[in-house]
């Protein structure tokens, strides 16, 4: 869909994983989902995040991909590998740098997210964003975004020495001076 | 009589649960949409009732296609509504009726399995009098089948005894509504939060019940609204509140004594509204005074500032909302429990507008529309009290029987399994609801079933409630028939046909039908389909409460829905109740009642000294009939475990993924632990999803609510103990908590 993007919240997911489960319903990747949804420490907090492909403008999976197998599409959606070529070698998974291809051992091929191109390319928005209760997965155009959030979407994402741009944003969340993740500190105890 | 006929195993292998994972026809064929159709409907789980498209390709439904033009939802879904379309073609349906037989179920044919029922109900009756035979129904039907369940007990049977599982759910905050403000509908369209300035949410894990809600509340943070949540546990949504209350359970109504104690200190009531809009003010503000920040401290776990922050936002805040939900309704005084946040709300002005009012958030998919057309025990169809002589003699003649023929109330649910233990109600039919997993007490209810004479039971799956029956009527799925529901916010949907039962299974609508043919009473039930019977709930409910005369199935569709009453045809229906402060009472006025704290019924001592309570998972729903069938579901969280937190866990030497017994006065149950420090550490939760040896259920207790009679789920005494893992079981394995999902 002509001039919408991508964004993901963190700070927004539930962890319900509407998004997992929506995604595996794929016809091209048929019951397996390639959203990762991870609790960050569940015995501190709820936290959630959901992890989509980033589709990054230089995918340091093709880069890492010894047969050529990776494509970017000029509306900049990075593709799961190419079936000829791919030879389930993982260096993709190993590469990424946000962890999201998965290698489908039983078909031999990597698949990631593809931004749902089935449904983009005939007006549809992606499956994942469509559903998401929260909007932790967002897709509108950048103007609805500025209009709807208050946080700033950010695509730049330095680790160690590389810096990675993506095509999808991320909100980051608002400066918090601490967190308190324990019930205990927002509890009144007579002792104390 | 009613005594499980097989081993549960062997049950369970013939009825399932079984695991249904991919769609009809495998995921290659699903991937294919050559001769399908999108059936625009509702989800079949929640109160919210999303809006959804079915596609469908020959009698069968093989996905889903988010429903984006839908308002309430605009495409959003919970993982139960994207995964709904698995109890489509299920192995385990029922296609056919089910008798008891020597080893097990046999199948019958309709004629033998509606003519048992209908002559075991009758023997009963001339035996023990027409009292004697009891219905349960449940709010997951559509109202047309509501409606007619009502009309059958009362008119085919002639008994008093009808309720419905709704019991469970949303009737403390439907009858402090009727008591304060005149009505049992919620104030507010679910648009108005994001209006809000303030939301306060009280007992509601919205993350996880009403996922849609979500993003109704972020929005209202977008807006630059605060959100305060009280809970004993940390929820997913709790996380990102701008203040969290992490009330004692069974608490409540001290801490919103509190809370208007630091509201009225302040100076923050709204005095023109109190003066002009309600009565009983004077009463509910003396007996608040006791309730200084200190004291509600003490008696609740929060803290006095927090206590302070919460009144200074509400007091404060031009538009306030409050959100409730079982957290607060599912306890001995839920209905003062809610009576207490109408009362803030009240004395803050805060209702009637858009953006302000209290509103609970309906748990059950027709949870209000199920309630309003007859099948609770007391009320008739258009939310008219069945004690109301006027109400009577309308209904009758609608009906067209003597309005002295239409019994009078009868018990609640939990009472209904009561009179059955005393010999007093001897045959059962049941609809819709499994109170095996569902009711508190669960080997109390087991014990009521054993004892019946007769029980006879509609349903499309062999619940485990249905395990125990004579006859099993193979029903519908909500997909099955059309006709509408009415959604929390108290908008009547329309519910659309996607496939015929499969099988031999027959619509639920014409199994009642045919079963009140049979017990001679067919004049009054001649309704060839659904539609006959909304036309008459249409006339029925007309001048009612709840007046539904306006309605017609094609506005339905065409409006996306219409708020109740909509009184003549034209009438653009009614979102928001109160404006202008005009409330249900002949006076106008709203009430201010009597909040006080009360202990519960299952008070901790040394013996069980910790708060048991219970909830949802997001990944399923109710006593799970459905949802644990759905593989992807019972994936995301295979099993109940016991929430606790590790200052407790510690004290008993219990670690992450331990197995940990929690023993209450009836029961004990064993389950693996998650450690977390997002509870309170004189609690424990415990998921109540499951049936037998994990049911949360065997640990609950059977006190009511002496006005609303619902059942205490959200506070039982306990204690737990580290338990012997089983040798050969890795306490760590799929148990651990990181791994757990």
Same mark, same amino acid.
């Given at each position: 869909?002509?001039?919408?993007?991508?964004?993901?919240?963190?700070?927004?997911?539930?962890?319900?994983?509407?998004?997992? &489960?929506?995604?595996?319903?794929?016809?091209?990747?048929?019951?397996?989902s390639?959203?990762?949804?991870?609790?960050? +420490?569940?015995?501190?907090?709820?936290a959630?995040?959901p992890m989509?492909?980033?589709?990054?403008?230089?995918?340091?999976c093709?880069?890492?991909?010894?047969?050529d197998?990776?494509?970017?599409?000029? +509306?900049?959606?990075?593709?799961?590998?190419l079936?000829p070529?791919?030879?389930?070698?993982? &260096?993709?998974?190993?590469?990424?740098?946000?962890?999201?291809?998965?290698?489908?051992?039983?078909?031999?091929?990597?698949?990631?997210c593809?931004?749902?191109?089935?449904?983009?390319?005939?007006?549809?928005?992606?499956?994942?964003?469509?559903?998401?209760p929260s909007?932790?997965?967002m897709y509108?155009?950048? +103007?609805?975004?500025?209009?709807?959030?208050? +946080?700033?979407?950010? &695509?730049?994402?330095?680790?160690? &020495?590389?810096?990675?741009?993506?095509?999808?944003?991320?909100?980051?969340?608002?400066?918090?001076?601490q967190?308190?993740?324990?019930?205990?500190?927002?509890?009144?105890?007579?002792?104390? | 009589?009613?005594?499980?006929? *097989?081993?549960?195993?062997?049950?369970?292998?013939?009825?399932?649960?079984?695991l249904?994972?991919t769609?009809?026809?495998?995921?290659?064929?699903?991937?294919?949409?050559?001769?399908e159709?999108l059936?625009?409907?509702?989800c079949?789980?929640c109160?919210?009732?999303c809006?959804?498209?079915?596609?469908?390709?020959?009698?069968?439904?093989?996905?889903?296609?988010?429903?984006?033009?839908?308002?309430?939802?605009?495409?959003?879904?919970?993982?139960?509504?994207?995964k709904?379309?698995?109890?489509?073609?299920?192995?385990?349906?029922?296609?056919?009726?089910?008798?008891?037989?020597?080893g097990?179920f046999?199948?019958?044919?309709w004629?033998?399995?509606?003519?048992?029922?209908?002559s075991?109900l009758k023997?009963?009756?001339?035996?023990?009098?027409?009292?004697?035979?009891?219905?349960?129904?449940?709010a997951?039907?559509?109202?047309e089948?509501?409606?007619?369940l009502?009309?059958f007990?009362?008119?085919?049977?002639?008994?008093?005894?009808?309720?419905?599982?709704?019991?469970?759910?949303?009737? $403390?905050?439907?009858?402090?509504y009727k008591?304060?403000?005149?009505?049992?509908?919620?104030?507010?369209?679910?648009?108005?939060?994001?209006?809000a300035?303030?939301?306060?949410?009280?007992?509601?894990?919205?993350?996880?019940?009403?996922? =849609?809600?979500?993003?109704?509340?972020?929005?209202?943070?977008?807006?630059?609204?605060?959100?305060?949540i009280?809970?004993?546990?940390?929820?997913?949504?709790?996380?990102?509140?701008?203040?969290?209350?992490?009330?004692?359970p069974?608490?409540?109504?001290?801490?919103?004594?509190?809370?208007?104690?630091?509201? *009225?200190?302040?100076g923050?009531?709204?005095?023109?509204?109190?003066?002009?809009?309600?009565?009983? %003010?004077?009463?509910?503000?003396e007996?608040?005074?006791?309730?200084?920040?200190r004291?509600?401290?003490?008696?609740?776990?929060?803290?006095?500032e927090? =206590?302070?922050?919460?009144?200074?936002?509400?007091?404060?805040?031009?538009?306030?909302?409050?959100?409730?939900?079982?957290?607060?309704e599912h306890?001995?005084?839920g209905v003062e429990?809610?009576?207490?946040?109408?009362?803030?709300?009240?004395?803050?002005?805060?209702?009637?507008?858009?953006? @302000?009012?209290?509103?609970?958030?309906?748990?059950?998919?027709n949870?209000?529309?199920?309630?309003?057309?007859?099948?609770?025990?007391?009320?008739l169809?258009?939310?008219?009290h069945i004690?109301?002589?006027? #109400?009577?003699?309308y209904v009758?003649k609608?009906?067209?029987?003597?309005?002295?023929?239409?019994?009078?109330a009868g018990?609640? @649910?939990v009472?209904i399994?009561?009179?059955?233990?005393?010999?007093?109600?001897?045959?059962l039919l049941?609809?819709?609801?499994?109170?095996?997993?569902?009711?508190?007490?669960?080997?109390?209810?087991?014990?009521a079933?054993?004892?019946?004479?007769?029980?006879g039971?509609?349903?499309f799956?062999?619940?485990?409630?249905?395990?125990?029956?004579?006859?099993?009527?193979?029903?519908?799925?909500?997909?099955?028939e059309?006709?509408?529901?009415?959604?929390?916010?108290?908008?009547?949907?329309?519910?659309n046909?996607?496939?015929?039962?499969?099988?031999?299974?027959r619509?639920?609508?014409?199994?009642?039908v045919? *079963?009140?043919?049979?017990l001679?009473?067919?004049?009054?039930?001649?309704?060839?389909?659904?539609?006959? =019977?909304?036309n008459?709930?249409?006339?029925?409910s007309?001048?009612?409460?709840?007046?539904?005369?306006?309605?017609?199935?094609?506005?339905l569709?065409?409006?996306?829905?219409?708020?109740?009453?909509?009184?003549?045809?034209?009438?653009?229906?009614?979102?928001?109740?109160?404006?202008g402060?005009?409330?249900?009472?002949?006076?106008?006025k709203?009430? %201010?009642?009597? #909040?006080?704290?009360?202990?519960?019924g299952?008070?901790?001592d #040394?013996?069980?000294?910790l708060?048991?309570?219970?909830?949802?998972?997001?990944?399923q729903?109710?006593?799970?009939?459905?949802?644990?069938?759905?593989?992807?579901?019972?994936?995301?969280?295979?099993?109940?475990?016991?929430?606790?937190?590790?200052?407790?866990?510690?004290?008993?030497?219990?670690?992450n993924?331990?197995?940990?017994?929690?023993? $209450?006065r009836? #029961?004990?149950?064993?389950?693996?632990?998650?450690?977390?420090?997002?509870?309170?550490?004189?609690?424990?939760?415990i998921?109540y999803?499951?049936?037998?040896?994990k049911?949360?259920n065997?640990?609950?207790?059977?006190?009511?609510?002496p006005?609303?009679?619902?059942?205490?789920?959200?506070?039982?005494?306990?204690?737990?103990?580290?338990?012997?893992?089983?040798a050969?079981?890795?306490?760590?394995?799929?148990?651990?908590?990181?791994?757990?999902?």
């Open positions: 869909m002509h001039g919408y993007e991508f964004y993901a919240d963190p700070s927004r997911c539930i962890g319900c994983q509407s998004c997992v &489960n929506a995604c595996a319903e794929c016809g091209t990747h048929r019951g397996v390639m959203i990762h949804l991870d609790f960050l +420490d569940r015995e501190w907090t709820t959630t995040t989509v492909c980033m589709h990054c403008e230089d995918p340091t093709a880069q890492a991909c010894p047969a197998a990776i494509k970017k599409g000029e +509306d900049g959606v990075v593709r799961s590998a079936k070529r791919c030879i389930a070698c993982s &260096n993709c998974v190993l590469a990424c740098p946000f962890g999201v291809p998965k290698v489908e051992v039983a078909m031999e091929l990597m698949m990631k593809d931004m749902c191109y089935d449904r983009t390319s005939v007006g549809l928005r992606p499956m994942c964003a469509t559903v998401c909007q932790a997965l509108v155009t950048p +103007d609805e975004a500025a209009r709807l959030r208050r +946080d700033r979407p950010v &695509n730049t994402f330095r680790f160690g &020495n590389q810096e990675v741009r993506t095509k999808v944003y991320m909100y980051l969340p608002q400066g918090e001076e967190l308190e993740v324990d019930v205990i500190h927002d509890m009144w105890r007579p002792e104390e | 009589m009613a005594k499980l006929p *097989l081993p549960v195993e062997d049950l369970i292998r013939a009825y399932g649960p079984t249904k994972h769609p009809p026809g495998g995921w290659a064929e699903s991937a294919r949409h050559e001769g159709r059936v625009k409907t509702h079949c789980f109160g919210q009732q809006g959804i498209q079915l596609r469908v390709r020959q009698n069968e439904v093989v996905g889903f296609e988010p429903w984006e033009e839908f308002p309430f939802n605009r495409g959003m879904l919970c993982p139960k509504g994207v709904r379309y698995l109890q489509g073609s299920h192995p385990d349906r029922l296609l056919d009726p089910l008798l008891r037989a020597e097990g046999r199948k019958a044919s004629e033998e399995a509606l003519g048992t029922t209908a075991r023997e009963i009756q001339a035996a023990h009098g027409p009292d004697s035979v009891a219905v349960l129904g449940g997951s039907l559509i109202s089948k509501s409606y007619l009502g009309k007990a009362r008119v085919a049977l002639g008994t008093r005894h009808i309720d419905y599982n709704g019991r469970l759910c949303m009737v $403390s905050a439907g009858t402090a008591l304060a403000l005149g009505v049992d509908r919620n104030p507010n369209p679910w648009s108005d939060i994001p209006h300035q303030v939301v306060l949410v009280a007992g509601s894990n919205v993350a996880e019940c009403f996922p =849609i809600t979500t993003d109704y509340l972020w929005r209202m943070r977008d807006n630059g609204g605060k959100l305060i009280a809970d004993p546990r940390r929820t997913p949504i709790a996380r990102n509140a701008d203040l969290y209350l992490p009330v004692k069974g608490m409540d109504v001290a801490l919103f004594a509190g809370i208007l104690h630091v509201v *009225l200190r302040e923050l009531e709204d005095r023109t509204f109190i003066d002009e809009h309600t009565t009983g %003010f004077e009463a509910v503000a007996y608040v005074k006791q309730w200084d920040p004291r509600t401290a003490e008696a609740t776990g929060v803290p006095p927090s =206590i302070e922050k919460a009144a200074l936002w509400f007091g404060t805040a031009e538009r306030a909302m409050a959100l409730h939900a079982r957290g607060i306890h001995s005084h429990n809610v009576l207490s946040v109408i009362n803030l709300c009240l004395a803050t002005g805060n209702i009637g507008r858009r953006g @302000a009012g209290p509103n609970t958030i309906t748990g059950q998919g949870g209000q529309g199920g309630r309003e057309h007859g099948q609770k025990c007391d009320q169809p258009g939310q008219r004690e109301d002589p006027a #109400a009577r003699e009758a609608v009906w067209g029987v003597k309005p002295e023929s239409l019994p009078h018990y609640s @649910a009472e399994i009561e009179a059955i233990h005393r010999g007093e109600i001897r045959g049941s609809i819709c609801f499994n109170p095996l997993v569902s009711l508190p007490d669960a080997g109390y209810v087991r014990e079933l054993e004892k019946l004479e007769f029980f039971i509609i349903d799956f062999l619940s485990e409630t249905a395990r125990h029956a004579d006859v099993v009527l193979a029903g519908s799925l909500q997909e099955e059309e006709g509408i529901v009415c959604s929390g916010e108290g908008r009547v949907i329309k519910i046909k996607a496939v015929d039962p499969p099988g031999n299974a619509g639920d609508s014409r199994i009642i045919d *079963l009140a043919r049979r001679g009473q067919g004049q009054y039930f001649q309704f060839p389909s659904t539609r006959e =019977i909304f008459e709930l249409r006339v029925a007309k001048g009612g409460t709840a007046d539904y005369s306006g309605i017609t199935w094609e506005r569709e065409k409006e996306m829905g219409l708020f109740w009453p909509v009184p003549e045809e034209g009438h653009p229906g009614t979102p928001r109740f109160f404006e402060g005009h409330f249900k009472y002949p006076d106008g709203a009430r %201010f009642l009597a #909040a006080e704290v009360r202990p519960g299952d008070p901790l #040394a013996e069980y000294p708060y048991l309570t219970t909830g949802r998972v997001v990944s729903f109710l006593s799970g009939t459905q949802t644990r069938r759905i593989g992807p579901l019972v994936d995301q969280y295979p099993e109940p475990q016991v929430e606790l937190h590790p200052e407790l866990a510690a004290q008993h030497g219990i670690a993924g331990d197995l940990v017994t929690v023993t $209450s009836r #029961a004990s149950v064993t389950l693996p632990a998650m450690v977390v420090r997002t509870i309170r550490p004189d609690t424990v939760f998921p999803h499951w049936p037998e040896r049911s949360a065997n640990l609950t207790h059977r006190t009511l609510d006005r609303s009679k619902i059942p205490e789920y959200k506070c039982s005494a306990c204690r737990v103990a580290k338990a012997e893992t089983p050969g079981l890795k306490a760590n394995g799929r148990l651990n908590v990181l791994g757990w999902r």
